[in-house]
């Protein structure tokens, strides 16, 4: 079992940037893709990117597609969400998670194992 910790939420005027982390324990993290999402108050959990084992592959949902990069250090076992010019409807509560599937995941039972979520908030 993976133990995956996000960090690197907090506040930000609409605009602005913020750097999720995610890392992960263990010793098998390259062998798995990984993923992000969010969930905003009364919604579900949607889609955000997710990053192929080696790092070679990204995918995005549309609604952050060319503001939001993933990205993976395996070295330090940690996977990246640089958010740029965020938008109010960009807040959210931010979870990673691990899937064994090799090729691109976007729902949410793809995802075996979830961190416990790092909180974003986007004023406008």
Do not use: H
Request: aromatic letters at 12%; proline letters at 1%; a positive charge.
């Amino acid at each position: 079992q993976v133990q995956l910790v996000e960090s690197g939420g907090g506040l930000v005027q609409a605009g602005g940037s913020l750097r999720l982390s995610c890392a992960a324990s263990g010793r098998t993290f390259s062998r798995y893709a990984m993923g992000w999402f969010r969930q905003a108050p009364g919604k579900e959990r949607e889609f955000v990117a997710w990053i192929s084992n080696s790092g070679g592959s990204t995918y995005y949902a549309d609604s952050v597609k060319a503001r939001f990069t993933i990205s993976r250090d395996s070295a330090n076992n940690t996977v990246y969400l640089q958010m740029n010019s965020l938008k109010s409807e960009d807040t959210a509560v931010y979870y990673c998670a691990r899937t064994i599937l090799a090729q691109v995941a976007v729902r949410r039972y793809n995802y075996n194992d979830w961190g416990q979520g790092t909180q974003v908030t986007v004023s406008s």
